[in-house]
C-alpha cells in the first residue's frame, strides 16, 4: 500500500507542476497594499488582449473541471487497484497449497487413466496372441482334415469300384499269377466269408457311405442269391452311419435318396437331394458320384417346374416322385429330360398340415419304395386321420390298390414300407425311439413292435426304405444317414 499511494502523489504531483500558482502582495503606487494571485498560462507565451484573456480564462476553468473529473476517476482507479491488490495478497497467502492439492488431484486422475491404458493395451496384445495362436491351430485342423477328406475320398472311390466288380462277381486277379492259379468262380455266394481277406474288405467299407458286398439274412443265404426274393418281416434296425451334415439353416430337413432301379445315364450311386426348408422349393442337387455326394460338390442342379411340399420325395426308375406344394396332386418328373410325365390327384387326400406325421413339416402325403414298387401314404377325412396306403402305378400314377389302417397318422413320426408292409417310427425326437407298428398288406393286418430305432440328432424329418442297397436312409437335423437292417425269413 505505501508504494501505490506514493506513486498516487508523484501523479498529484506532476499533475500540479504542469501549472503552477503564485499569490503575492505588494504596495500599488499609492502606497496601498495589493495581493496579487498569479497562474502560468499554459498554451500562451504572452498576454493576449482583453477577450482573449476571458477567453484563456474559461479554457482555464474548463482545464480545471477537466482536472477534477480526471481525479475523481484517478480516485476510482486507485480504490479498485487497492481492492484488486488485496485479493491478490489474499490468493498469495491461500493459493499455493490449494493450488497443489488440485495439481495432485488431476495427476492421480492421469495416472489412473495411464494405468487403465497400460492394462488394456496388455489384455489387447493377449487376446491378439491368442487369436494368431488359435488362427494357427485352426488353419492346421483344416489342412489335417483336408488330407483326410481327400484319403476317404480315394478310398471311397477305391472301395465303390471294388463293389462294383464284386456286385458283378468277378474277382480281383493279378496279370502275372493268373496262368498258375485255378480258375476263380464268378459266383459272389460261392466266396468263403470268413476268410481274412474278406473281413478287412467289409471293416472298410462300414467306414465310407458305399452299400455292403453282401449282407446274409437269419438263414445263413445272401439275400440276393437266385431263387431268394430277400423279403422278409423288419427285425432289427443298426446303429446310424453320418454321412454329411448340410452347411446352411435350409438343411434342417430335407430329403435325400437314390434311385434303387436305376436306368441310364444314373447308376446306383447318382445321389439326389432336397433341400425342404422354404416357401418355394425347386432345387433338387444331382451328385453323381457318393464320393460328390459326401464332399457336397453337386454335378448338376434341377429346378422343377412347380415347387414341391414336404419330404416324402423319392427316385424311382428314372423318375422324381414328389408332393405339389399346396395340392394333393403327385407330380412324376423324368430327370433325363428335365420334363413332367404325369400328374395325379390323390382322391380326398389331406394336404398342407391337414394329417402330417406328428413332427409338422406338411408331411401329409408321403412316397415310399420298396421291392414291389411306388407307394403313397396319406390320409382322409373319411377315415379321421388314420393311414391310408395305395400302390401307384409308376409311369401314369393311377391308383392300382388302397388299404385302410388303424393306425393314426400324427401320432407317428414317419413311415415306410418294406416288402409290402407298412412300419412306423414313434418318436422324432427321441434318442431311444422305436419301431412301433406294422401293416401287413398281405393279410390287412397290423401288430405292435418295438425294435429299437436312434434318433442320433433327435429330429428326423425323412425315413425312406431302398431296397437296392436294404437300407433305411434318414434325415436327421440338418444330418444325412443311414441304417442297416434285417430282416426275418417269411
Not at 492259379?181 to 459266383?187: G, L
Not at 407307394?375 to 385302410?404: D, H, M, R
Not at 413292435?449 to 434325415?475: H, Q
Amino acid at each position: 500500500m505505501p508504494a501505490v499511494q506514493l506513486l498516487l502523489l508523484a501523479c498529484l504531483a506532476w499533475g500540479m507542476g504542469a501549472r503552477t500558482a503564485q499569490l503575492r502582495k505588494t504596495n500599488d503606487p499609492s502606497g496601498r497594499c495589493q495581493y496579487i494571485f498569479s497562474v502560468a498560462s499554459p498554451n500562451e507565451s504572452s498576454c493576449p488582449e482583453q477577450g482573449q484573456a476571458m477567453s484563456a480564462i474559461r479554457d482555464l476553468q474548463r482545464d480545471s473541471s477537466t482536472q477534477r473529473t480526471d481525479l475523481e476517476s484517478a480516485k476510482a482507479r486507485l480504490s479498485s487497484l487497492e481492492s484488486l491488490i488485496h485479493r491478490l495478497t489474499l490468493s498469495q497467502a491461500a493459493g499455493p497449497q490449494e493450488t497443489q492439492e488440485g495439481l495432485q488431484r488431476e495427476l492421480g486422475t492421469l495416472r489412473r487413466e495411464r494405468d487403465q491404458l497400460e492394462t488394456q493395451t496388455r489384455e489387447m496384445e493377449t487376446a491378439y496372441s491368442n487369436l494368431l495362436r488359435d488362427k494357427s491351430a485352426l488353419e492346421e485342423q483344416k489342412r489335417q482334415l483336408r488330407q483326410e477328406n481327400e484319403d476317404l475320398a480315394r478310398r471311397l472311390e477305391s472301395s465303390t469300384q471294388e463293389v462294383a466288380r464284386l456286385r458283378r462277381g468277378q474277382c480281383p486277379q493279378t496279370r502275372d499269377t493268373s496262368q498258375d492259379m485255378p480258375p476263380v468262380s464268378r459266383e459272389v455266394a460261392t466266396w468263403n466269408l470268413d476268410t481274412l481277406a474278406f473281413q478287412e474288405l467289409k471293416s472298410q467299407l462300414t467306414e465310407v457311405p458305399a452299400s455292403r458286398i453282401l449282407k446274409e439274412s437269419p438263414s445263413g443265404h445272401p439275400r440276393n442269391g437266385e431263387g431268394d426274393s430277400g423279403c422278409g418281416e423288419l427285425a432289427w434296425v443298426g446303429e446310424p452311419f453320418t454321412l454329411r451334415t448340410a452347411e446352411t439353416i435350409t438343411g434342417k430337413y430335407g430329403v435325400w435318396m437314390r434311385d434303387p432301379k436305376p436306368s441310364y445315364p444314373y447308376t446306383q450311386e447318382t445321389t439326389w437331394r432336397i433341400n425342404t426348408v422354404g416357401t418355394d422349393i425347386r432345387q433338387v442337387f444331382e451328385y453323381d458320384l457318393v464320393s460328390q455326394f459326401v464332399q457336397g460338390y453337386p454335378s448338376k442342379v434341377h429346378v422343377l417346374p412347380r415347387p414341391l411340399e414336404s419330404t416324402g420325395a423319392v427316385v424311382y426308375a428314372g423318375s422324381l416322385y414328389f408332393q405339389g406344394a399346396g395340392s394333393r396332386t403327385v407330380v412324376r418328373y423324368e430327370l433325363n429330360t428335365e420334363t413332367v410325365k404325369a400328374e395325379k390327384e390323390i382322391p380326398g387326400a389331406g394336404f398342407h398340415g391337414q394329417f402330417p406325421y406328428s413332427w409338422g413339416g406338411y408331411t401329409d402325403i408321403d412316397l415310399a419304395v420298396d421291392e414291389t414298387g411306388l407307394w403313397v401314404i396319406y390320409s382322409t377325412e373319411e377315415v379321421k386321420g388314420a393311414i391310408v396306403l395305395s400302390k401307384l402305378n409308376p409311369e401314369n400314377l393311377e391308383l392300382e390298390q388302397t388299404w385302410e389302417t388303424n393306425i393314426r397318422k400324427q401320432s407317428v413320426a414317419n413311415a415306410f414300407v418294406i416288402c409290402g408292409t407298412l412300419y412306423t417310427v414313434s418318436s422324432y425326437s427321441s434318442a431311444e425311439a422305436t419301431i412301433n407298428f406294422a401293416y401287413d398288406t398281405g393279410t390287412g393286418s397290423s401288430k405292435p413292435l418295438t425294435i429299437p430305432f436312434k434318433n442320433r440328432y433327435k429330429y428326423s424329418s425323412m425315413i425312406d426304405y431302398n431296397p437296392l442297397e436294404r437300407k433305411l436312409f434318414a434325415w436327421d437335423n440338418f444330418n444325412m444317414v443311414t441304417y442297416d437292417i434285417k430282416l426275418s425269413k417269411m
